[in-house]
């Protein structure tokens, strides 16, 4: 499976309000973006590539059960995730909580 089938697989395992790159006219939604690569060298050539990125939830639900949903998403497609940070945007009034995530690129 590739990287990226992964990481929608995930997101969309707890919703379809999530996009790429772009925030949505939604009061709670994901947006994902991959930002980098970790890359595995070996013999002069790439070994295993592993491609990093970032998930944000927006949400104007305190103690949002999509927090979990996403965890357990991650974990269920393989990705090595942390959370970063938790925001209160006082501008919009989204809570705003943020992953980094890294995603094996691979056919199996």
């Not at 395992?13 to 060298?41: C, I, P």
């Not at 998930?55 to 104007?60: A, G, I």
């Not at 991650?74 to 995530?101: N, V």
Request: with cysteine; aromatic share 14%.
């Amino acid at each position: 499976m590739r990287w990226y089938e992964r990481v929608i697989a995930a997101h969309t395992a707890v919703t379809d309000e999530v996009s790429h790159y772009e925030h949505m006219q939604s009061d709670r939604h994901f947006v994902w973006q991959e930002d980098g690569s970790n890359n595995l060298k070996g013999g002069n050539a790439l070994a295993e590539q592993v491609i990093t990125g970032t998930t944000d939830l927006f949400t104007k639900r305190e103690f949002d059960p999509w927090f979990d949903e996403i965890q357990q998403a991650f974990d269920a497609q393989c990705l090595a995730w942390s959370h970063s940070s938790t925001q209160y945007e006082e501008e919009t009034g989204f809570i705003h909580h943020e992953w980094e995530w890294e995603a094996l690129d691979g056919t199996d």
